[in-house]
């Protein structure tokens, strides 16, 4: 294979950490909530408990083959190497979905909040703003794009501590566990895609690791620190919200019957009001959170993009850098055309669940892919290995298998479109990108 274009190494373990925290903390913002409509507080809070679990164990096993072989393309280099192009394809395309649906759901959620603040500007126009802002962002350089990061990032895990330190006062058992279960336990395995959403795209530590400038000793470390927090926050988050004025509260808006997006300013306004200058400034750096986790997904997704241009699976033009600016200009601006389609159908849930299932995909595959290649390339470099190997990634590895079951039947319509989304991209390989892999 001749020479590739390589990304500039400029990233250290602090700066992993943010990335990681980033990609992930708006989940905290929105999105979860969607679960307690499901599986109502006992259900989401056992499949939280399910799904910290997966991703413990995931995060485990996969920083190990992050760490091995550091390269932009993450769970399409892993799969590829330990199985073959088909392999790779399969996970490069579930990976891709995961970020490029990741992205508009959370671009919604930003033009959600935005809208409470300017009421007279509709939510869209803020949504497509975040994306021409953030992409140029990324396009101005990778370093810039991770200082960014860190900062808003520190900022979004400030306003998700002082919000539970003004809500915790607040909350009632008793709210809690109003109608705890109001779809039985089956409710408990429909919100596992909405518990997910508190932890997905973590895995995009890994699409950097080519920018590391220690990828065998950083990434690690930043998968690591960066997972400890998560699960902190998480928990902390759905019980503070939830607690404040039971789960219906933080799902629908006084006098509407669809879904919100904001549900921690819901359940904020029960505790100060809605006019309170308190609620007012914690919207604002609430903000942060969304702003994290878009910037971060957006310079993740497009290093995803740029290795499957890179290797031939998509249009080679998409596997370029910039000259000076060292970032995959044209993976960047693709990515915010086709995120700019999914905005326009306006349906977040479902933009959620498509993530979602290229999310666990990729987790199966990678699982996979870990085991096959400690059998085949014992001697492969492993600056680390795996805790209680095989029993962690086959905990990771059942758990994503389970989560992808429950998906596929509970949500079934979006599952089918997935599976179309996967056969134009093998349809694609076979007719016109097959022997470039």
């Known amino acids: 294979m001749s020479e590739q274009p390589g990304l500039k190494k400029t990233l250290g373990p602090l700066m992993l950490w943010a990335l990681g925290v980033g990609y992930v903390i708006s989940g905290m913002y929105f999105g979860w909530n969607l679960g307690l409509r499901e599986g109502g507080p ?9 799904v ?3 991703y413990v164990a995931f995060v485990l096993g996969y920083a190990e083959l992050a ?8 769970a399409f280099i892993y799969a590829k190497r330990a199985f073959g192009p088909g392999a790779g394809l399969l996970a490069g395309t579930a990976q891709w979905v995961e970020f490029a649906f990741a992205m508009p759901a959370i671009a919604a959620a930003i033009g959600a909040y935005f809208h409470i603040l300017f009421p007279a500007v509709p939510a869209l126009v803020f949504a497509f703003a975040a994306y021409v802002l953030f992409t140029g962002l990324n396009i101005w350089g990778v370093r810039q794009s991770a200082i960014f990061e860190l900062v808003i990032t520190i900022l979004a895990v400030v306003e998700l501590l002082i919000f539970a330190g003004v809500a ?4 009632s058992w008793a709210a809690f566990a109003l109608d705890p279960l109001p779809n039985g336990w089956w409710g408990a395995f429909a919100s596992i895609p909405f518990a997910i959403w508190f932890y997905v795209c973590i895995e995009g530590v890994a699409n950097v690791a080519e920018e590391s400038r220690n990828p065998q000793k950083d990434v690690s470390r930043g998968f690591l620190t960066a997972m400890a927090t998560l699960v902190v926050l998480a928990l902390l988050t759905f019980f503070t919200a939830t607690g404040v004025g039971g789960w219906r509260s933080i799902v629908f808006e006084p006098g509407k019957t669809e879904p919100s997006d904001s549900p921690l300013p819901l ?18 750096i609430g903000l942060c959170g969304l702003v994290a986790s878009f910037h971060g997904i ?12 890179r290797e031939g699976y998509v249009p080679r033009f998409l596997g370029t850098i910039h000259a000076t600016r060292q970032t995959p200009v044209p993976a960047l601006l693709a990515n915010m055309v086709i995120g700019f389609a999914a905005l326009l159908t306006g349906k977040t849930g479902d933009i959620i669940l498509m993530a979602i299932f290229g999310a666990l995909t990729m987790y199966v595959i990678s ?20 805790p209680l190997y095989p029993w962690v990634p086959l905990v990771a590895l059942v758990l994503s298998l389970v989560s992808l079951g429950a998906m596929a039947y509970a949500q079934w319509r ?24």
């Open 52 to 54: 910290t679990v997966l």
């Open 42 to 50: 006992y259900g989401l809070l056992a499949a939280t408990v399910l």
């Open 367 to 386: 699982m996979l892919s870990l085991f096959r290649l400690r059998a085949r390339e014992p001697e492969l470099e492993r600056p680390f290995k795996t």
């Open 168 to 171: 915790a006062p607040k909350f």
């Open 298 to 309: 957006t310079l993740a997704a497009g290093r995803a993009t740029f290795e499957f241009g």
């Open 267 to 284: 359940a904020l306004a029960q505790v100060v009001g809605g006019d309170h200058p308190l609620y007012h400034m914690l919207i604002g």
């Open 67 to 74: 760490c091995a072989i550091p390269r932009a393309g993450g």
């Open 414 to 437: 979006v599952g089918l479109v997935y599976l179309g989304v996967l056969a134009l991209a093998y349809v694609w390989y076979i007719l016109f990108r097959r022997r470039a892999a």
